[in-house]
């Protein structure tokens, strides 16, 4: 079997660096997800969940960086174009990811809504397994570069709590839409829900494409 290793990226071990470090910001970006959750449902709109909020941000302005470097490095050394395609895909992929954190703890901090307590528990748990799922994703990209043996590993993991996620915003949405709460208020918490667990499923369609990425450089 082949193995994929960074060293196949030893012309620059500034590429080796961007690529780890790409690794870590997704990492990042999902346990800060979960702390913003948390914080935001003990606190609201608080001074310390803003500052998560652009903590958050700063991540993803910095993974957007990385992420320029990787593809611009890419492009300026003599890789194998199915290689290089490879891992332009993995990159753009993990960068989308890091975006939905992005962009589901920004539309917290925008349209701040009246989330009830009964309610508080569930979405702690689905977040929390968002941010596994998307922390597994990661740990299964970066063995794509280490030891790809491992990858299979990690990407079972990502299965498994993904479909205990989809399990999770099932019962949280039965019973957002079994309660009494006003139309409006079951249809922004469907939206929340629906953007917190979209992310697993990102990660989901990750794993499938790496798996595909992994056969083809065993080969």
């Known amino acids: ?4 290793h960074l060293s196949l990226f030893s012309r620059t071990k500034a590429l080796e660096c961007d690529i780890d470090n790409f690794h870590d910001k997704l990492i990042d970006a999902s346990m800060t997800f979960s702390k913003a959750v948390k914080t935001y449902l003990k ?3 608080s001074e310390n969940f803003q500052k998560i909020s652009r903590d958050i941000k700063k991540i993803e302005h910095d ?10 490095q890419l492009y ?18 993990l960068d989308r990811v890091i975006n939905k954190f992005d962009e589901a703890t920004y539309l917290f901090y925008v349209e701040q809504p009246d989330i009830p307590q009964e309610y508080h528990a ?15 994703m990661g740990k299964a990209s970066r063995s794509f570069f280490r ?9 079972q993991k990502v299965y498994f709590i993904e479909h205990e996620s989809d399990r999770c915003s099932r019962r949280l ?8 709460l006003a139309l409006a208020n079951k249809l922004q918490l469907k939206q929340f829900i629906n953007e917190i667990a ?4 990102i990660a989901e369609d990750f794993i499938d494409e790496l798996l595909i990425f992994t056969i083809k450089r065993s080969i």
């Open 173 to 180: 949405l039965e019973r957002v839409f079994d309660s009494k």
């Open 122 to 136: 569930d979405i702690k748990e689905l977040s929390k397994l968002t941010s596994d799922c998307a922390e597994n």
């Open 1 to 4: 079997m082949f193995h994929l």
């Open 147 to 155: 030891d790809m043996v491992s990858v299979r590993d990690y990407a």
């Open 63 to 72: 993974a957007d960086t990385l992420r320029r470097s990787i593809e611009n």
């Open 198 to 201: 979209d992310i697993a499923d």
């Open 76 to 93: 300026a050394n003599n890789l194998l174009p199915d290689l290089r395609a490879d891992v332009l895909q993995l990159a753009e992929n």
């Open 43 to 45: 606190e609201g709109k």
